[in-house]
Nanobody, 123 residues
């Protein structure tokens, strides 16, 4: 499956952005999906994941209550709604697909990765 993330940009602290991940190739409903991010000078880290049917989601503690992952299998698209953004959320955000039904936080279980979209939170 091919992935293309979009929706990044510059936003002020406290603002919101919605990232989208458009997929092509195999049907999206065959995959659990995840969002990861890499901040400047840091390792890539898990952000959120959603099971293939959308019934289960898991979030990193740092974004819990502020970010929401969702999916529309009919549109082959996964979303990450980000609210109350903080400067420490500045990073390149990547969407990824895991050929499994279950939501997973393990980076090595993801088979396909998009190129990423940059989110900058700054005043």
């Amino acid at each position: 499956v091919q992935l293309q993330a979009s929706g990044g940009g510059l936003v002020q602290p406290g603002g919101s952005l919605r990232l989208s991940c458009a997929t092509s190739g195999r049907t999206l409903s065959s995959y659990a999906m995840g969002w990861f991010r890499r901040a400047p000078g840091k390792e890539r880290e898990f952000v959120a994941t959603i099971s293939w049917g959308g019934g289960r989601t898991v979030y990193a503690d740092s974004v819990k209550g502020r970010f929401t992952i969702s999916r529309d299998n009919a549109k082959n698209t996964v979303y990450l709604q980000m609210n109350d953004l903080k400067p420490e959320d500045t990073a390149v955000y990547y969407c990824a697909a895991a050929y499994t039904a279950l939501a997973t936080i393990r980076e090595n279980e993801y088979d396909s990765w998009g190129l990423g979209t940059l989110v900058t939170v700054s005043s």
